[in-house]
């Protein structure tokens, strides 16, 4: 398919971008990080995210964070909020994104060209209505090594589609909670976001969450525009490789 359109190309992103942008969250030695700074894993992500706002109020990071229960958010937030301030603790979660890109994706084939689309893709994105994404993209760079800078973008495009997903849902008329409930992970993802029962009804939801996440798909894939129909295929496809490169080294 060589016109692939930039709605076509987000779409098919998706699934690396995920995984490619939020793994290092979940690697033990970044909730090593955690402890050491004297954080909870979920006070540590928390405001490991929402701490590229700067020391703002809880129901302002609930706001941007958007799909984590408020309470969930304020109980996280107020935690790290006594060890260390905030923008301190988000650039602890880059060096840690840094430090799994350079030990995950230094090695990858195609390194500078992954790193040269997506850095096109995330530096042409519009912010309007993306404060997250944007406090993110404006954070300096620790490491400029191009696999700490493949993770920083991975993980750039991440929040770019989660920010693009909240301006969809709501655009459907669905609150976060409705929006999680009517996924994949349902009441699970609900309960594992902080939210608390009793949950709405799926079944009434299913169809306008699928209209969002078309949306979510038109809006991220506003920012693909700057490539070229074949280099949003390349971008695509080096993702797509660069998942199975971290996954074909992770240990059994």
């Known amino acids: ?28 030695k970044t909730m090593r990080r955690a402890r050491q700074i004297g954080l909870t894993g979920w006070a540590f992500y928390v405001a490991g995210r929402g701490g590229a706002l700067g020391d703002v109020r809880a129901d302002t990071v609930a706001a941007a964070l958007g799909f984590i229960a408020p309470e969930a958010v304020q109980d996280g937030w107020d935690a790290a909020r006594k060890v260390a301030p905030p923008e301190q603790i988000a650039a602890d979660n880059l060096d840690e994104c840094c430090r799994w890109g350079r030990e995950h994706l230094e090695s990858f084939y195609a390194l500078p060209k992954l790193v040269e689309l997506a850095e096109r893709v995330v530096v042409s994105a519009e912010t309007a209505g993306m404060p997250l994404f944007a406090a993110w993209r404006a954070m300096p760079l620790p490491d400029d090594s191009p696999g700490a800078r493949a993770a920083v973008l991975a993980h750039l ?7 693009a997903h909240l301006l969809a849902i709501r655009a459907s008329g669905l609150s976060p909670l409705e929006a999680i409930i009517a996924g994949p992970e349902g009441e699970a993802g609900a309960t594992a976001f902080g939210w608390q029962p009793p949950f709405p009804p799926f079944e009434p939801l299913v169809r306008r969450r699928s209209w969002a996440e078309a949306l979510t798909d038109r809006i991220a894939g506003e920012a693909f525009r700057a490539l070229a129909p074949t280099e949003r295929i390349e971008l695509v496809n080096l993702l797509d490789a660069a998942v199975t490169t971290v996954q074909e080294a992770a240990p059994v």
């Open 1 to 28: 398919m060589s016109r692939v359109t930039p709605e076509q190309a987000a779409a098919a992103a998706k699934q690396a971008v995920l995984m490619l942008g939020g793994a290092f969250s979940d690697d033990p």
């Open 157 to 163: 495009l991440r929040e770019h589609r989660g920010a």
